[in-house]
């Protein structure tokens, strides 16, 4: 996988699949579901699945099934329906690890200044997607890319994924999708993290999944390239970020939605 594949379509790009790995015949289904309507509607997709949940909120919540045992099964979904694959790293010495595994890394929002995560990232030679931070302003994020890009790397993607209000909330500043977007690479929105409702007095997220729509039509109408997506067939039932995923029997309703706009955008 390159950054050519994922840009080259008419279509913007998916990145779509469970918040964490929870075994491997729910990341099978939802890899097979999503992969086959990515398929029909020309839409060039990366499975992602979270191997390990390094930040919780509470010490009881749910990390993982174990780091080799998930990460094998994100080579599973890679080579079983000849998709890429994208998973979170926290720390430098898990880049060179997870990227024999999958076809692209992950740096998550509240890691995206952290220089030494980064260039190891950039060393492994995968794309990597730096999730700009709650903290930080869109502008900022040309230094996080440019940590990875003078290490050697320039396969890099900046992800929006919603900025901190107050302590309980997030909204999305559209503006920085243009913004982020002059530093050259290509810029996703994360419709489903960007809803989510962080530090309730329980220690649980919260979210508000009946916006994911809006934020995601929004933000392929001013000009996102990428859509990031958790989804799940059951998200009542998921074991980390339920609160604020798609149900995977909606993903397709939204996703042909999405192609007009997009359609629309660029005069189709």
């Known amino acids: 996988m390159n950054i050519e594949?994922?840009?080259?379509?008419?279509?913007?790009?998916?990145?779509?699949?469970?918040?964490?790995?929870?075994?491997?015949?729910?990341?099978?289904?939802i890899a097979e579901h999503i992969a086959e309507i990515a398929s029909r509607l020309d839409i060039p997709y990366v499975f992602k699945g979270s191997y390990r949940k390094a930040n919780r909120s509470r010490n009881d919540s749910f990390r993982g099934i174990g780091d080799e045992k998930a990460l094998g099964i994100l080579r599973k979904v890679g080579d079983a329906f000849n998709i890429p694959t994208i998973t979170d790293i926290h720390e430098a010495g898990e880049a060179e690890i997870a990227a024999a595994?999958?076809?692209?890394?992950?740096?998550?929002?509240?890691?995206?200044?952290?220089?030494?995560?980064?260039?190891?990232?950039?060393?492994?030679?995968?794309?990597?997607?730096?999730?700009?931070?709650?903290?930080?302003?869109?502008?900022?994020?040309?230094?996080?890319?440019?940590?990875?890009?003078?290490?050697?790397?320039?396969?890099?993607?900046?992800?929006?994924?919603?900025?901190?209000?107050?302590?309980?909330?997030?909204?999305?500043?559209?503006r920085s999708i243009p913004i982020m977007k002059e530093t050259g690479h290509p810029v996703v929105i994360d419709a489903t993290h960007s809803l989510q409702q962080p530090n309730s007095a329980d220690g649980r997220t919260g979210g508000l999944p009946n916006l994911i729509e809006t934020i995601a039509r929004a933000a392929i109408?001013?000009?996102?390239?990428?859509?990031?997506?958790?989804?799940?067939?059951?998200?009542?039932?998921?074991?980390?970020?339920?609160?604020?995923?798609?149900?995977?029997?909606?993903?397709?309703?939204?996703?042909?939605?999405?192609?007009?706009?997009?359609?629309?955008v660029r005069n189709d």
């Open 5 to 29: 594949s994922l840009t080259g379509s008419r279509n913007f790009f998916l990145i779509a699949g469970p918040c964490v790995i929870e075994g491997e015949q729910m990341a099978m289904q």
């Open 101 to 174: 595994y999958v076809d692209a890394l992950q740096i998550p929002a509240f890691l995206c200044r952290q220089t030494e995560l980064l260039i190891a990232a950039a060393h492994t030679g995968k794309i990597v997607n730096i999730k700009k931070g709650q903290f930080l302003s869109p502008a900022a994020m040309k230094y996080s890319a440019q940590k990875v890009s003078d290490a050697g790397n320039n396969s890099i993607l900046l992800t929006e994924r919603g900025t901190s209000f107050g302590y309980s909330d997030l909204v999305v500043d559209f």
């Open 221 to 264: 109408a001013v000009g996102a390239d990428g859509l990031f997506i958790e989804t799940h067939p059951d998200p009542d039932a998921a074991k980390s970020d339920g609160a604020n995923m798609l149900p995977l029997q909606l993903l397709e309703t939204l996703l042909r939605k999405l192609v007009r706009i997009r359609g629309a």
